[in-house]
């Protein structure tokens, strides 16, 4: 016993070192997106009251920018829903029974915390499961990609950025149809790689990529980014970068969508495994 | 006694709101964010015991962790800066030894001691903060790459904080 309490006492800081060093490596390791939004919950008080606030002075020197991409896409809309009035007056028809067509649904929140730099990123939105958001949203900036919802709370939730080594998207060239899979390398926060595209198919400098809607995640045809380096490597795939049409650094409003049927077309999958 | 716990009691409080205010804000090129905070388990007097220095490196690591939404990178490389300060202190003491109960600083040992110091200290606090964030072994030389460009922004803000900030 007494050789016992001169090894700990002796040996005391050491002891500290394992025991609080375990503790870390443990909440190192044992899921990051879980503790991630584990974290939010906890710590909504301080940190993140203090981002919001933070953000709002960032936020509001953007101003400019942000109402000129609003005002555009107010056009878009304006234009769309001209499209449509005068189409159905063209038909007669009018189908009342939106709720059995409509796939996806469509909301807004505020990043109010973002990172490029590190080589898992993630953001955190002001928007949570009071407000409707639920894991497995896609996330969007305008019609450009951002990421994906892993966690949310009340009223904040956090998705995994694209730009992280653990993201993977389904997505295709808009030319001709190919898809493959699109990844971040961790190198530089303005470009991915798209990989598993045959040699065989003809890609250019400048081609756009878009989403496949493969994964019930993200709608059909958002887009990615454009092609801008292509290397025919020693496998049958080229090696593709993109360049990234969202730019994460100025990330400030988003874009979620909710896919309506994804329970159902997962099911339907999950039956024939 | 109670005076310079204050008066570290500031400094860390300084240093975290420096990190995660300002610095993580700062991203140079994409790749380089310099961790100035290490400073912290830099700076803890000569006489503090070990035991101590280990709490207050993994708390302030802890506290940056829960800014960044990194879970527990922060905590355990600046754990392991904490415990591995006695045995650098050591491995670099000067030849009449440490004056007990001094400051740990630029102004008591000298520039060259100090850069020493900083510079061990940071190395080994970046070496285990990157490749724990990458968890992987692939890709080693673009990490060792990464830690060699944000260890040498984060000791040059070191020495520039040093430098400037004795007359406070």
Redesign the interface.
């Known amino acids: 016993m007494r050789n016992l309490l001169n090894f700990l006492l002796k040996y005391n800081s050491f002891i500290v070192f394992l025991i609080l060093e375990g503790i870390a490596l443990y909440w190192l390791t044992s899921g990051n997106s879980y503790h991630n939004s584990r974290m939010v919950k906890g710590m909504q008080g301080v940190t993140r009251g203090m981002e919001e606030r933070l953000s709002n002075v960032r936020s509001y020197l953007n101003l400019r920018e942000i109402n000129s991409k609003l005002a555009s896409e107010n056009n878009a809309l304006r234009n769309s829903i001209e499209r449509f009035t005068s189409q159905e007056n063209l038909k007669f028809i009018s189908v009342k029974d939106t709720l059995f067509r409509q796939q996806y649904q469509y909301t807004s929140a505020r990043v109010i915390n973002n990172s490029v730099n590190k080589q898992k990123n993630f953001f955190t939105l002001d928007k949570g499961r009071a407000q409707g958001i639920k894991i497995d949203m896609a996330v969007t900036n305008g019609k450009d990609v951002a990421g994906v919802i892993v966690g949310c709370t009340d009223n904040f939730s956090i998705a995994i950025s694209l730009l992280n080594l653990d993201f993977r998207l389904s997505a295709r060239l808009k030319s001709n149809g190919y898809f493959g899979s699109l990844s971040w390398d961790g190198r530089n926060y303005r470009h991915a790689v798209l990989n598993e595209i045959p040699q065989h198919i003809n890609v250019s400098i400048g081609d756009t990529i878009e989403t496949t809607g493969y994964s019930a995640i993200f709608p059909e045809g958002m887009l990615i980014g454009t092609v801008s380096d292509l290397k025919k490597s020693g496998s049958d795939f080229y090696k593709i970068t993109i360049e990234l049409f969202t730019d994460f650094k100025k990330l400030q409003y988003v874009n979620i969508i909710g896919n309506m049927k994804r329970t159902e077309q997962l099911e339907l999958e999950n039956q024939l495994q | 006694m109670i005076n310079s716990i204050l008066r570290f009691g500031v400094i860390i409080i300084i240093l975290i709101l420096f990190q995660v205010?300002v610095l993580?804000h700062i991203?140079f090129s994409?790749?380089?964010?310099p961790y100035v905070y290490i400073m912290i388990v830099l700076l803890l007097p000569s006489l503090t015991?070990?035991?101590l220095?280990?709490?207050i490196s993994?708390l302030s690591?802890l506290v940056i962790d829960?800014?960044?939404?990194?879970?527990?990178?922060h905590?355990?490389a600046t754990?392991?800066a904490?415990?591995s300060r006695?045995y650098v202190l050591r491995l670099i003491s000067p030849s009449d030894g440490y004056e007990s109960g001094s400051n740990l600083s630029m102004a008591v040992y000298g520039v060259r001691w100090f850069f020493i110091y900083t510079l061990l200290i940071v190395l080994i606090h970046h070496t285990a903060l990157f490749f724990?964030?990458?968890f992987r072994f692939a890709?080693f030389f673009?990490t060792i790459l990464r830690i060699l460009l944000s260890s040498f922004f984060t000791i040059g803000f070191i020495l520039l904080i040093e430098y400037y900030g004795k007359r406070r």
Request: glycine fraction near 14%.
């Open positions: 205010l993580n991203q994409g790749y380089v964010n015991p070990s035991w220095v280990l709490v993994f690591g829960l800014f960044c939404g990194s879970p527990g990178m905590a355990s754990l392991l904490g415990f006695p724990l964030e990458v890709d673009r």
